[in-house]
């Protein structure tokens, strides 16, 4: 056994790649893969190497059972243990090495995430804004509605107004950001149309399932990566934070009776799953007559809203994996015997 460090660039990939080669490896295991991990996923893929994603769990415990510090060296060699361990983990997740197109869509999602960030802090610091003008402009505005309408209304307002330096400061500043505002809106009404654009060029059909529009449909894209990877709908429940955990005991041989909210697992799916549900309920008769049925049981509306999220998660995956084999109709035989395994 040997490790080797090598600089974070296109450089130390290739020497390292070299060092792997000359070592007969085949299979590479990368911790991270979807993020700092990424470029070094892409390249291992590149060169045809087996790369899978090893779980930062899987590679801590392997820490811990040796009562090892951490340290760049340990964690090689404890990602390589792992993956030894569990020759099963799946594969890489940078989306460059699962799909170029899903890797746009995320770059087009992050853009577009960014400025309705900054544009709702901006909102936020224009609320309070608003509330310290004078009196005299105050008056011209309503007290109520949403931010953004009190906003415009200040274009209407003459700049030359007589008032306190402060708040014709104040004033100017405002109405200069309606344009910023209105330019940033139309930015990401832009991006919402390109994001649209790329899922018809994907292929997908989550927007066909009600409740998950453009961005949420983008959002599971991303997310997920390639669906394949979860071999059970309840694999990805887990991953999702959608499997409720049981929390009742005493039930002996039987199923459990009370379960609680998982708070781990994927939170960004989890809210775009909630979302769908609550959707669903308003607007699909079949939803609202599953969640009063639960009612019935004896569940609280929260775990009945759970036990459709756990439904709603399923028939996610499902479609994922139909679209995934509807687009790719051949799998290799490593990724037919991976699921096999996983089975």
């Given at each position: 056994m040997?490790?080797?460090?090598?600089?974070?660039?296109?450089?130390g990939y290739?020497e390292?790649?070299?060092l792997?080669?000359?070592?007969?490896?085949?299979r590479v295991?990368?911790e991270g893969?979807a993020?700092w991990g990424?470029h070094?996923?892409?390249?291992l893929a590149?060169a045809?190497?087996?790369?899978?994603?090893?779980?930062?769990?899987?590679s801590a415990a392997?820490?811990?059972?040796?009562?090892?510090?951490?340290?760049d060296?340990v964690?090689a060699?404890?990602?390589?243990?792992?993956?030894?361990?569990?020759?099963?983990l799946g594969?890489?997740?940078?989306?460059?090495?699962?799909?170029?197109?899903?890797a746009?869509?995320?770059?087009?999602?992050?853009?577009?995430r960014?400025?309705?960030?900054?544009?709702t802090?901006?909102?936020?610091?224009v609320a309070?804004?608003?509330a310290?003008l004078?009196?005299e402009?105050?008056d011209?505005?309503t007290?109520?509605g949403?931010?953004e309408s009190?906003l415009?209304?200040?274009?209407h307002?003459?700049?030359?107004?007589?008032?306190?330096?402060a708040?014709?400061?104040?004033?100017?500043?405002?109405?200069?950001?309606?344009?910023?505002?209105r330019t940033?809106?139309?930015e990401i009404?832009?991006l919402e149309?390109?994001i649209?654009?790329l899922l018809?060029?994907h292929g997908?059909?989550?927007?066909d399932?009600?409740?998950?529009?453009?961005?949420?449909?983008?959002?599971l894209?991303?997310?997920v990566?390639?669906?394949?990877?979860?071999?059970r709908?309840?694999?990805?429940?887990?991953?999702s934070g959608?499997?409720?955990v049981?929390l009742?005991?005493?039930?002996g041989?039987?199923n459990p009776?009370?379960?609680?909210?998982?708070?781990?697992?994927?939170?960004?799916?989890n809210?775009v799953l909630?979302?769908?549900?609550?959707?669903q309920?308003?607007?699909?008769?079949?939803?609202?007559?599953y969640?009063?049925r639960?009612?019935?049981?004896g569940?609280?509306r929260?775990?009945?809203?759970?036990a459709h999220?756990?439904q709603?998660?399923n028939?996610?995956?499902r479609?994922?994996?139909?679209d995934e084999?509807?687009r790719?109709?051949?799998?290799t035989?490593?990724?037919?015997?991976r699921?096999t395994l996983?089975?």
């Open positions: 040997t490790h080797e460090t090598f600089p974070n660039t296109a450089a290739l390292a790649i070299d792997l080669t000359d070592q007969g490896v085949g295991g990368v893969s993020k990424a070094v996923a892409i390249a590149a045809e190497f087996d790369a899978r994603e090893v779980p930062p769990s899987r392997q820490r811990r059972s040796r009562q090892l510090g951490k340290t060296a964690d060699v404890s990602s390589a243990r792992a993956l030894q361990a569990e020759p099963t594969p890489v997740q940078a989306l460059e090495v699962y799909d170029p197109l899903v746009k869509i995320e770059a087009v999602l992050e853009h577009r960014a400025l309705v960030a900054a544009r802090l901006g909102l936020h610091h309070d804004q608003i310290k004078p009196t402009i105050r011209q505005l007290s109520h949403k931010i009190r415009r209304r200040l274009a307002i003459d700049p030359d107004i007589d008032t306190t330096p708040g014709a400061y104040r004033l100017e500043w405002l109405q200069a950001f309606i344009d910023q505002d940033a809106r139309r009404r832009r149309r390109l649209d654009e018809d060029r997908t059909t989550l927007r399932e009600t409740g998950i529009g453009p961005i949420a449909a983008a959002t894209l991303c997310e990566g390639d669906p394949r990877r979860f071999s709908e309840s694999k990805f429940a887990r991953w959608t499997g409720a049981a009742s005991s005493g039930e041989q039987g009776v009370k379960h609680r909210l998982d708070f781990r697992g994927n939170r960004r799916i809210s909630y979302i769908a549900s609550v959707t309920q308003r607007s699909q008769p079949d939803a609202a007559a969640l009063a639960k009612a019935t049981e569940k609280t929260r775990e009945a809203r759970r999220k756990r709603l998660a028939r996610v995956i479609r994922m994996r139909r084999t509807a790719n109709p051949t799998l035989l490593a990724a037919v015997l699921l996983c089975r």
